[in-house]
């Protein structure tokens, strides 16, 4: 699946509006070379407490702003045991999912780099990346173009690639 991503810094906590869904999320590489990352997700759950899904998930042919991706999902054995062999540090972030303008917002905190906090854009099409605008004041400077701000760069060089 074709993937176009927008990523900005959050500027404030957005105001009314409330999250619907959180994610607390862990990642880790296998391979740094070909972006091929395992990730645990980890939800509240009714009456459970927490349910927790294991993927493994590569991204190719990226060109700017995009990529292919494709997801799969693994159980936890093989999760820890790929967890293992993992490059560089486990990125470890809080998701928060918004509804906002007919586009879902996915702001992450960071738990490893103190005060980091992005708000990270998925569209299935050029056309919906291109018409988007973020009009509301949490919006912060734009960071899709910056390498300092990609996840896997965060793990590949502990969290401190440059970032200003």
């Given at each position: 699946?074709?993937?176009?991503?927008?990523?900005?810094?959050?500027?404030?906590?957005p105001g009314k509006i409330q999250p619907f869904e959180t994610i607390y999320i862990e990642q880790a590489?296998?391979?740094?070379?070909?972006?091929?990352?395992?990730?645990?997700?980890?939800?509240?759950?009714?009456?459970?407490?927490?349910?927790?899904?294991?993927?493994?998930?590569m991204k190719s042919d990226?060109?700017?702003?995009?990529?292919?991706?494709?997801?799969?999902?693994?159980?936890?054995?093989?999760?820890?045991?790929?967890?293992?062999?993992?490059?560089?540090?486990?990125?470890?972030k809080l998701r928060k999912r918004y509804n906002y303008n007919g586009y879902i917002l996915d702001i992450d905190d960071y738990k490893s780099i103190p005060d980091l906090k992005l708000i990270?854009?998925?569209?299935?099409?050029?056309?919906?990346?291109?018409?988007?605008n973020p009009l509301a004041d949490w919006f912060g400077v734009e960071v899709s173009q910056n390498d300092a701000y990609k996840n896997i760069n965060l793990a590949k060089y502990d969290g401190v690639y440059k970032l200003k």
């Amino acid at each position: 699946m074709r993937v176009f991503e927008r990523k900005y810094i959050l500027k404030n906590k957005p105001g009314k509006i409330q999250p619907f869904e959180t994610i607390y999320i862990e990642q880790a590489w296998l391979s740094f070379d070909n972006d091929v990352r395992i990730r645990k997700e980890t939800r509240p759950y009714k009456t459970k407490g927490f349910i927790d899904s294991y993927y493994m998930i590569m991204k190719s042919d990226k060109i700017s702003d995009s990529y292919d991706q494709k997801l799969i999902e693994i159980s936890y054995g093989v999760y820890n045991e790929l967890l293992k062999n993992a490059e560089g540090t486990k990125v470890e972030k809080l998701r928060k999912r918004y509804n906002y303008n007919g586009y879902i917002l996915d702001i992450d905190d960071y738990k490893s780099i103190p005060d980091l906090k992005l708000i990270e854009v998925e569209f299935d099409n050029i056309n919906d990346y291109d018409k988007f605008n973020p009009l509301a004041d949490w919006f912060g400077v734009e960071v899709s173009q910056n390498d300092a701000y990609k996840n896997i760069n965060l793990a590949k060089y502990d969290g401190v690639y440059k970032l200003k």
